[in-house]
């Protein structure tokens, strides 16, 4: 499966963002999928993740309450709504897809499949 990420950019602290995640190449409603960050310098890091079929959801504890993780699988898309940002919150979202089981990864190995990588940034 090939996955695309977008919806990236410069926001405010405090201001709201909304990444997407298209996939194509495959039966997206067959793939738990994530999004993972990675802040300059620093390692790439779990951000939130949601089951293949019943849509249980996990986050990392600096973004619960802030950020919601969601799906669309008739759009074969994943969604990432970022509110109250954080300047904390600027880096490189990617989206990741996992085979297997029908529950959340929060584990970089356990993905098999990335897209590229879409920038965000909050300014203070």
């Known amino acids: 499966v090939q996955l695309q990420a977008s919806g990236g950019g410069l926001v405010q602290d405090g201001g709201s963002l909304k990444l997407s995640c298209a996939a194509s190449?495959?039966?997206?409603?067959?793939?738990?999928m994530g999004w993972f960050r990675q802040a300059p310098g620093k390692e790439r890091e779990f951000v939130a993740a949601?089951?293949?079929?019943?849509?249980?959801?996990a986050y990392v504890d600096s973004v619960k309450g802030r950020f919601t993780i969601s799906r669309d699988n008739a759009k074969n898309t994943v969604y990432l709504q970022m509110n109250s940002l954080k300047p904390e919150d600027t880096a490189v979202y990617y989206c990741?897809?996992?085979?297997?089981?029908?529950?959340?990864?929060?584990?970089?190995?356990?993905?098999?499949?990335w897209g590229q990588g879409t920038l965000v940034t909050v300014s203070s």
């Open positions: 990741a897809a996992a085979n297997g089981l029908g529950y959340t990864r929060r584990r970089r190995a356990e993905y098999e499949y």
């Open positions: 190449g495959g039966t997206f409603s067959r793939y738990n």
């Open positions: 949601i089951s293949r079929s019943d849509g249980i959801t």
